[in-house]
Nanobody
Framework: QVQLVESGGELVQAGGSLRLSCVASGRTFNSYNVGWFRQAPGKEREFVTAISRSGGSTYTANSVKGRFTVSRDNAKNTVYLQMNSLKPEDTAVYYC???????????????WGQGTQVTVSS
């Protein structure tokens, strides 16, 4: 079992930056790949980025490529999402999830956090 808790979401102006954190409980965190997803009101949950167990490989959606960066610190059981040059369309609840492979599909992930709200004002 892995429990995930996201934090770092807040209201920010367009062009600003935020860093989200996803802290995991459990000694086997480094056995899991981690993905970040987001969901805006009235829309489906959308893949943002994912990172492999070791942190050696990352996968990022075209919509955020060049602006968002994922990293992890397995010693701290934490995955980070650095978001730069934020746009109003980035407004959503951001979720981290743990699964057996880094992938863009929701069904791949077994464990989910409760989400953290990111709001970007224009």
């Amino acid at each position: 079992q892995v429990q995930l808790v996201e934090s770092g979401g807040e209201l920010v102006q367009a062009g600003g930056s935020l860093r989200l954190s996803c802290v995991a409980s459990g000694r086997t965190f480094n056995s899991y790949n981690v993905g970040w997803f987001r969901q805006a009101p009235g829309k489906e949950r959308e893949f943002v980025t994912a990172i492999s167990r070791s942190g050696g490989s990352t996968y990022t959606a075209n919509s955020v490529k060049g602006r968002f960066t994922v990293s992890r610190d397995n010693a701290k059981n934490t995955v980070y999402l650095q978001m730069n040059s934020l746009k109003p369309e980035d407004t959503a609840v951001y979720y981290c999830a743990a699964g057996l492979r880094p992938d863009e599909y929701v069904y791949v992930y077994d464990y989910w956090g409760q989400g953290t709200q990111v709001t970007v004002s224009s």
